[in-house]
C-alpha cells in the first residue's frame, strides 16, 4: 500500500510560481512511475507529468511543456512539480498519483493522492 500527501499548493498571481510536493509512504516509492494529473471545475481529469521510477526521464503535456518541470527524491520517496510562468487555465486540483508503468503511465495509476488547489488569478 502506498500514501501519498500533496502539499503545496495556494493563489498566486498569473507569471508566477508555485513548487508541489508529493510526500509518500511505504518501501516501494522507488519502484514506481509517479506524476501529476490535474481537474479544473466543470472539466475532466487531465495529464500533466510523469517521470520514470529512476527519474531518468520525464513527460509532459503540451500544455505545460517549458513551464513545469517534474522531478523526484527516492531517498526522501517524494516528487515535485515546479510550475512557472502559470496562466489563470493552470486552476485546478492537482493530484500525484503512482503508476506501474511509466509508459503507459495513466493506465496503469495504482495509488492517488487526495488532490492540492492551485488557483492563479489574473
Known amino acids: 500500500q502506498v500514501q501519498l500527501v500533496e502539499s503545496g499548493g495556494g493563489l498566486v498571481q498569473a507569471g508566477g510560481s508555485l513548487r508541489l510536493s508529493c510526500a509518500t509512504s511505504g518501501r516501494t516509492f522507488s519502484s514506481y512511475a509517479m506524476g501529476w494529473l490535474r481537474q479544473a471545475p466543470g472539466k475532466e481529469r487531465e495529464f500533466v507529468a510523469a517521470i520514470i521510477s529512476s527519474g531518468s526521464s520525464t513527460n509532459y503535456a503540451d500544455s505545460v511543456k517549458g513551464r513545469f518541470t517534474i522531478s523526484r527524491d527516492n531517498a526522501k520517496n517524494t516528487v515535485y512539480l515546479q510550475m512557472n510562468s502559470l496562466k489563470p487555465e493552470d486552476t485546478a486540483v492537482y493530484h500525484c498519483?503512482?503508476?506501474?508503468?511509466?509508459?503507459?503511465?495513466?493506465?496503469?495509476?495504482?495509488?492517488w493522492g487526495q488532490g492540492t488547489q492551485v488557483t492563479v488569478s489574473s
Open positions: 498519483a503512482a503508476a506501474r508503468r511509466y509508459n503507459d503511465y495513466v493506465r496503469s495509476i495504482d495509488y
